[in-house]
């Protein structure tokens, strides 16, 4: 059930206290703990939650309260550090990637069908064969060459433009595919046979046939021409080819004699390796069904996305025209054929964000099967009426299930980390070839700071009992119970003065602000508005009292723009300082009303409440430019901080706070220190209605440049990684769209936060230590 925000009410103790004996009072109970749990009442469902559990009924509630609180099916880890998920056609074998360059590791692990085994071995880029009793991957020596080449990659500052960047991954993968060894793996016994061939650049290894025949990719410093090459066992190399190939990858099909090459932006080819030709198709994106008898791709005709499906049975693949099974004027991507051939799902964007249909390829007919307001995409088949896909933006994928009725489609989440409050970003998702598995690539601990991601299975098999349902939640009540107390105590010298404060928060003036900056339109450095803006922001800071400063500085691109700043000075130690920073610059093509008009006027409402009401540190408002394109203001604002010796306790970045996709009113504290984030989940939870998750979260933000300088410091809230905004960085991104309860009660909890960490700075030395400088970045743990 799900329930508007305006219809929110405490919740009856008479409900809470019930005793479930009949399963109408179940069914109401269960309403009643579901309302609770989308109000973020979450104690008050949690009990109700634990009354059912304990009950006559507790088997029939049990797959509800598990999709409430967390997982339905068992995860398990398969490792700590992994990415690039590879499985082999039977399902037998699984593997993936960890580590870099020259110390990058593949492990293989059996799965079903053979006794349990692992072991790991050098090299990159695996490819299990059809039978999957071997495998097929490259290893490259170590060598100074590529060592140096790295180092200059990975000090992007010491190259001076794009170009340059370009020459030197170029020159790289030249070297590491000339140096590269092909290492064909015995997946029974682990023996290793290595293929040197030191004058082919190798790409994309694959076995094929039934004699599990190696093609490559490849180039030689003779002929230029990407084809696809043949190695035999004793190092002799033959072309194979007929003529030139485009692409990044051979992916084998369900008929051993064809073999895609895709990684094209607008092609594709299908290369018969009996006869070498090569048929090059107008198109993008191609899918194979899961036996692989079949590929789907896109093409555009007369302004018209077209699905195409090409069979790859037979003899005639090399002339055969491919099937038009679904037209729109919409956009439309990722084609994928059901196992039997008879379905494609696709992603199409009716509106402003991609959903996903059911085309049946008899009849072009369709169904929509999500109806979210945020983006529905990757979808693969698990079987016949099931879809695995995801809902959300990169940084913060989930995971759903969808099964297909007559009646419609229903979801199911997959993966969680059975907490209430930190959030489980995803990257990678791989479904067995029964469908009864699925691969996940996920920081299930929330952690985004540091660079291990951890690889995990779910079995559709095994679902949560009511013991283990029923520790997740006893276990969820103590940890929602702990922070309510340690918020009271948290706030409680101030508490008064701060719920003073909170309540004169206007959402008046808070969309007041907003429509200002919005009829500036585009904020983009480059554009009119970002000059308006800057004189509005200076403007409005004095008229809370302020004597706003302008950091000017010129962007890599030579336009001019500044940031604002505003300081409250500390009455007891003004030498420590705590920052409120936001952007508000916005993309070129659109006003940018969520990103970040509104994370704008939550700083200016913030600053004008504390305007008079002076705190025994020093807060410093910051109103950045050119966040968008390359984070150039935050750049500036710390290195001017670092250069006045500012002695920096705690660093909030706020960036997108008003979109709200549901009835929930809810943002996701992004930080790097614990003390930081527990501030502001206790200033939200005890001085507002917001409800708040968490992630350890910094990358690509602001808060950088912010995390360099001046180490574990960072807090703030956003809407990623939990990012559902389909106007995301569109010219759509407009005032109307954005929540303005959410963007009030969003202040509420930034107010008590700035009070809370302005009113008891750290102890001289008590800092948290952290990384000092990009070229210094280690992970930030507890």
Not at 412 to 430: K, S
Not at 483 to 490: A, G, H, I, K, V
Not at 518 to 536: C, E, I, M, W
Not at 623 to 636: H, T
């Amino acid at each position: 059930m799900r329930m508007r925000a305006s219809m929110r009410c405490a919740l009856p103790l008479a409900l809470i206290a019930w005793t479930p004996t009949a399963p109408p009072l179940d069914d109401a109970l269960l309403t009643t703990a579901r309302v609770a749990w989308e109000a973020g009442q979450y104690p008050d469902a949690l009990r109700a939650m634990l009354h059912l559990l304990d009950g006559n009924t507790a088997e029939r509630n049990r797959r509800d309260i598990a999709l409430i609180t967390g997982e339905l099916y068992r995860s398990d880890s398969l490792a700590a550090d992994g990415a690039g998920l590879r499985q082999s056609a039977d399902g037998r074998w699984v593997a993936w990637q960890s580590g870099a360059g020259n110390a990058l590791v593949t492990t293989i692990a059996s799965q079903a069908g053979v006794a349990r085994r692992r072991f790991s071995i050098r090299g990159r880029d695996l490819a299990f064969a059809p039978d999957g009793r071997t495998a097929v991957q490259l290893r490259v020596p170590p060598s100074a060459e590529a060592d140096s080449l790295r180092r200059l990659i990975a000090h992007r500052d010491s190259l001076d433009d794009g170009p340059g960047m370009a020459a030197a991954e170029a020159a790289l993968s030249v070297h590491e595919g000339r140096r590269a060894h092909v290492v064909r793996v015995d997946l029974e016994s682990g023996k290793e046979q290595e293929i040197i061939r030191d004058d082919l650049e190798k790409s994309s290894p694959i076995l094929v046939g039934t004699t599990n025949r190696i093609l490559c990719l490849g180039r030689t410093s003779s002929d230029r021409a990407l084809a696809i090459y043949e190695l035999l066992g004793d190092g002799s190399v033959t072309r194979r080819s007929s003529g030139a190939v485009e692409g990044t990858r051979l992916v084998p099909t369900g008929n051993p004699r064809y073999v895609l090459v895709t990684g094209a932006d607008t092609i594709f080819s299908v290369f018969d390796a009996t006869s070498g030709r090569v048929r090059a198709l107008a198109g993008r994106q191609p899918a194979l069904s899961r036996d692989g008898s079949s590929v789907a791709y896109i093409a555009r005709a007369n302004a018209m996305s077209q699905v195409s499906l090409l069979s790859l049975h037979g003899e005639t693949v090399m002339q055969d025209s491919a099937r038009i099974v679904y037209t729109s004027r919409d956009s439309i991507e990722r084609p994928v054929p059901s196992p039997d051939g008879t379905r494609v799902v696709i992603g199409r964007m009716p509106a402003h964000d991609w959903e996903l249909y059911v085309v049946e390829v008899a009849t072009g007919a369709s169904t929509r099967i999500t109806r979210d307001l945020q983006h529905d995409r990757l979808p693969q088949w698990l079987d016949e009426n099931s879809i695995l896909a995801t809902k959300g933006e990169t940084r913060h994928r989930r995971s759903y299930l969808y099964e297909l009725t007559p009646q419609g489609a229903t979801s199911v989440r997959v993966f969680h980390n059975n907490t209430v409050r930190t959030i489980a970003p995803e990257y990678e998702w791989l479904a067995s070839p029964d469908g009864t598995r699925i691969y996940v690539v996920a920081d299930r601990d929330g952690d985004t700071v540091s660079p291990e991601q951890s690889v995990y299975v779910v079995d559709r098999r095994r679902e949560v009992s009511i013991a283990e349902l029923r520790a997740r939640v006893v276990s969820q009540l103590a940890s929602e119970l702990a922070l309510r107390d340690r918020s009271r105590r948290m706030f409680a010298p101030i508490a008064g003065h701060v719920r003073d404060l909170t309540r004169r928060a206007s959402i008046e003036r808070l969309y007041g602000y907003q429509k200002a900056l919005f009829d500036f339109d585009s904020k983009h450095v480059t554009q009119p508005g970002n000059l308006k803006a800057q004189r509005y922001l200076a403007d409005t800071y004095r008229s809370f009292g302020y004597s706003p400063v302008l950091q000017e500085f010129t962007v890599p691109a030579g336009s001019r723009t500044a940031n604002v700043i505003a300081t409250l000075r500390g009455t007891e130690r003004p030498d420590v300082i705590y920052v409120l920073a936001s952007h508000y610059d916005s993309r070129a093509e659109g006003p940018g009303a969520d990103d970040n008009t509104s994370g704008t006027a939550v700083l200016l409402e913030t600053a004008r409440l504390l305007a008079g009401h002076p705190l025994p540190a020093t807060v410093v408002f910051a109103s950045l430019s050119a966040e968008e394109g390359g984070l150039y203001g935050s750049a500036e604002f710390t290195r001017r901080a670092q250069a006045a010796g500012w002695n920096v306790a705690g660093a909030i970045n706020n960036d997108m706070l008003g979109w709200s996709g549901d009835e929930r009113l809810d943002n996701t504290i992004r930080y790097t220190n614990a003390r930081i984030r527990d501030v502001q989940h206790a200033a939200a939870l005890s001085f507002s209605r917001l409800i708040t998750y968490d992630a350890r979260y910094y990358k690509n933000t602001d808060a950088q440049a912010m995390f360099d300088a001046w180490g574990n410091v960072i807090g703030g809230m956003g809407s990623y990684p939990v990012l559902a905004n389909p106007h995301y960085h569109k010219s759509h991104d407009v005032l109307e769209t954005v929540n303005q309860q959410l963007v009030l009660e969003t202040t509420r909890a930034t107010v008590a936060t700035m009070m809370q960490l302005a009113s008891t700075p750290p102890r001289r030395g008590r800092r948290d230590a952290g990384p000092r400088n990009a070229n210094n970045r280690r992970a930030v743990k507890e």
